[in-house]
């Protein structure tokens, strides 16, 4: 029984995988810092001319590529039996994993993944890196609850300009480009063609091409069938033509790198990362700054920018005290642009026509004894709470109804100022509604918040409570409490 492999500043415990030529360790630094690493461990008895290249590309490749979806190399060491390369730890296990666990991933977190791998590879190609072994298990997630992937494994990595030749037989054979089976000369874009059977796999629970044997595998591939979309599914349809276009047996009709990336469905130009967060608030600046001035129409431009970058920050918030106050920050960025487009169309005219003028009188005394209006408003006020807590639908439902109660509660009323004050609250609660419904439109273009129709999520509504329960992926459960 081989002893296990030791390192004077760690302290070794359960063993995570074990590949080729290499063992993956998780470990403690014993000094310091209590950080938690993993230790790829090679023996050197067994090392190859092959394996020795193998590490030293991956070494080499870790210590210039530097980004936040790509597993750090922290350091390396050797000694009589082992080269040890210390990584950072994933505590998420691999994406292969992930997608077994939960069978399939709805496209809301796939595109958060596909976003995160995109922007992984294209800091790749800037450095002329092809990774050549793109596939779930060489793709690492940070933790469960709010996983963030990072692509690891360069082992069988190359530097090669997307339009260099190679030859060499590379990757997994279920990931592997068509032009590698084949043993054709290829290039970088096989990469490309690895990232269309992932996103497949991601969305679907299996790769288009899944086989028994070796030989199964290499028809399926040779054959001139299109790849198709399993029937009924339900997949945006920019996220299919992407598919489909990554997808090509011939590299020459695939999609290419610089189309990939500037692609509208990976969107890496409004991905959550604190560049694009400050993008979005300098143009809620120059929004109110337009406001201010009267250009209407600048800031109305302002505003919707800045959604495009700031919305998709919502989903990506883990502390829910900022995820809340940035939601009634976007409803209220939401409201002001819709408030502005009326004031546009008005050409400047007056805007406030059903405010009355006698501010005397008290809602609550005006409402006080009558059920439907106490009822209509009380629906209301939650509907607010409900929007603001992010449950949407449930908010929009509740808007509707107390509106319907509202509108012919206050027909009702005798003419005068008490009708009037109940028609500018109407009218208040209305605006707010039509401002619900553009700000749930801002977030389904983004495609990024987990609606209550999700596949990803589940609604419980507990009998004999006022509470709305959401399960998300990870299986935890969120609140939105009707107060």
Same mark, same amino acid.
């Given at each position: 029984?081989?002893?296990?492999?030791?390192?004077?500043?760690?302290?070794?415990?359960?063993?995570?995988?074990?590949?080729?030529?290499?063992?993956?360790?998780?470990a403690?630094?014993?000094?310091?810092?209590?950080?938690?690493?993993?230790?790829?461990?090679?023996?050197?008895?067994?090392?190859?001319?092959?394996?020795?290249?193998?590490?030293?590309?991956?070494?080499?490749?870790?210590?210039?590529?530097?980004h936040?979806?790509?597993?750090e190399?922290?350091?390396?060491?050797?000694?009589?039996?082992?080269?040890?390369?210390?990584l950072?730890?994933c505590?998420?296990?691999?994406?292969s994993?992930?997608?077994?666990?939960?069978?399939?991933l709805p496209?809301?977190v796939?595109?958060?993944?596909?976003?995160?791998?995109?922007a992984?590879?294209?800091?790749?190609?800037?450095?002329n890196?092809?990774?050549?072994?793109?596939?779930?298990?060489?793709?690492?997630?940070?933790?469960?609850?709010?996983?963030?992937?990072?692509?690891?494994?360069?082992?069988?990595s190359q530097?090669?300009?997307?339009?260099?030749?190679?030859?060499?037989?590379?990757?997994s054979?279920?990931?592997?480009?068509?032009?590698?089976?084949?043993?054709q000369?290829?290039?970088?874009r096989?990469?490309?063609?690895?990232?269309?059977?992932?996103?497949?796999?991601?969305?679907?629970?299996?790769?288009?091409?899944s086989?028994?044997?070796?030989?199964e595998?290499a028809?399926?591939?040779?054959s001139?069938n299109?790849?198709?979309i399993?029937?009924?599914?339900d997949?945006?349809?920019k996220?299919?033509?992407?598919?489909?276009?990554?997808?090509?047996?011939d590299?020459?009709?695939?999609i290419?790198?610089e189309?990939?990336?500037?692609?509208?469905?990976v969107?890496?130009?409004?991905?959550?990362?604190?560049?694009t967060?400050?993008?979005?608030?300098?143009?809620?600046?120059?929004?109110?700054?337009?406001?201010?001035?009267?250009?209407?129409?600048?800031?109305?431009?302002? +505003?919707s920018? @800045?959604? #495009?970058? !700031?919305v998709?920050?919502?989903?990506? &918030?883990?502390?829910?005290t =900022?995820?809340?106050e %940035?939601?009634?920050?976007l409803?209220?960025?939401?409201s002001?642009?819709?408030?502005?487009k009326?004031?546009?169309?008005?050409?400047?005219?007056?805007s406030?026509?059903?405010?009355?003028?006698?501010?005397?009188?008290?809602?609550?005394?005006?409402?006080?004894?009558?059920?439907?209006l106490?009822?209509?408003?009380?629906?209301?006020?939650?509907a607010?709470?409900?929007?603001?807590?992010?449950?949407?639908?449930?908010?929009?439902?509740? +808007?509707?109804n @107390?509106l #319907?109660? !509202?509108?012919?509660a206050?027909?009702? &009323?005798?003419?005068?100022? =008490?009708?009037?004050l %109940?028609?500018?609250?109407?009218?208040k609660w209305?605006?707010?509604?039509?401002?619900?419904?553009?700000?749930?439109?801002?977030?389904?273009r983004?495609?990024?918040?987990m609606?209550?129709?999700s596949?990803?999520?589940?609604?419980?509504?507990?009998?004999?409570?006022?509470?709305?329960?959401?399960r998300?992926?990870?299986?935890?459960?969120?609140?939105?409490?009707?107060?």
């Amino acid at each position: 029984m081989s002893l296990l492999p030791s390192l004077p500043d760690f302290l070794f415990t359960e063993k995570l995988g074990k590949g080729s030529y290499a063992t993956v360790y998780k470990a403690y630094r014993k000094s310091g810092k209590r950080e938690v690493v993993a230790v790829k461990c090679i023996p050197i008895s067994t090392v190859t001319k092959a394996a020795v290249d193998n590490i030293i590309t991956e070494i080499s490749i870790l210590k210039k590529v530097k980004h936040e979806n790509i597993v750090e190399l922290k350091d390396f060491q050797w000694d009589s039996t082992h080269i040890y390369l210390i990584l950072e730890y994933c505590s998420g296990g691999d994406l292969s994993n992930f997608i077994k666990s939960r069978r399939r991933l709805p496209e809301s977190v796939v595109h958060k993944f596909l976003q995160q791998l995109a922007a992984a590879l294209k800091v790749l190609r800037s450095n002329n890196i092809s990774h050549m072994d793109l596939k779930p298990q060489n793709i690492l997630l940070t933790d469960f609850k709010q996983p963030v992937l990072k692509l690891g494994d360069f082992g069988l990595s190359q530097y090669l300009h997307s339009n260099k030749e190679a030859t060499s037989f590379r990757g997994s054979p279920l990931y592997m480009a068509p032009e590698i089976l084949l043993k054709q000369v290829y290039d970088a874009r096989v990469d490309l063609w690895s990232v269309g059977i992932i996103l497949y796999e991601c969305l679907f629970g299996q790769a288009p091409f899944s086989s028994k044997t070796f030989t199964e595998l290499a028809e399926k591939i040779k054959s001139s069938n299109p790849i198709e979309i399993p029937y009924g599914a339900d997949v945006s349809p920019k996220c299919r033509e992407l598919i489909l276009s990554l997808l090509q047996r011939d590299p020459n009709q695939r999609i290419s790198f610089e189309e990939f990336f500037n692609h509208s469905y990976v969107d890496l130009e409004h991905m959550p990362t604190p560049e694009t967060f400050n993008k979005g608030i300098d143009l809620v600046k120059e929004a109110v700054k337009a406001d201010a001035s009267k250009e209407y129409k600048e800031s109305i431009k302002y +505003y919707s920018q @800045a959604l #495009e970058y !700031l919305v998709p920050h919502l989903n990506n &918030e883990s502390n829910p005290t =900022k995820r809340k106050e %940035l939601r009634k920050k976007l409803l209220e960025y939401v409201s002001r642009a819709e408030e502005l487009k009326a004031l546009s169309e008005c050409n400047g005219s007056e805007s406030s026509k059903s405010v009355p003028k006698n501010t005397s009188l008290s809602l609550g005394d005006v409402i006080q004894g009558k059920p439907q209006l106490e009822k209509g408003f009380f629906l209301a006020e939650q509907a607010d709470a409900l929007a603001v807590d992010g449950c949407y639908e449930d908010a929009g439902h509740l +808007y509707k109804n @107390a509106l #319907e109660i !509202l509108v012919t509660a206050v027909a009702e &009323e005798t003419t005068g100022p =008490k009708k009037d004050l %109940l028609y500018a609250e109407v009218n208040k609660w209305m605006k707010k509604a039509e401002d619900l419904k553009s700000f749930q439109n801002v977030l389904k273009r983004q495609r990024k918040l987990m609606r209550l129709n999700s596949v990803s999520d589940t609604v419980i509504f507990t009998k004999g409570t006022d509470s709305v329960g959401i399960r998300t992926l990870d299986g935890n459960e969120s609140s939105c409490t009707i107060q």
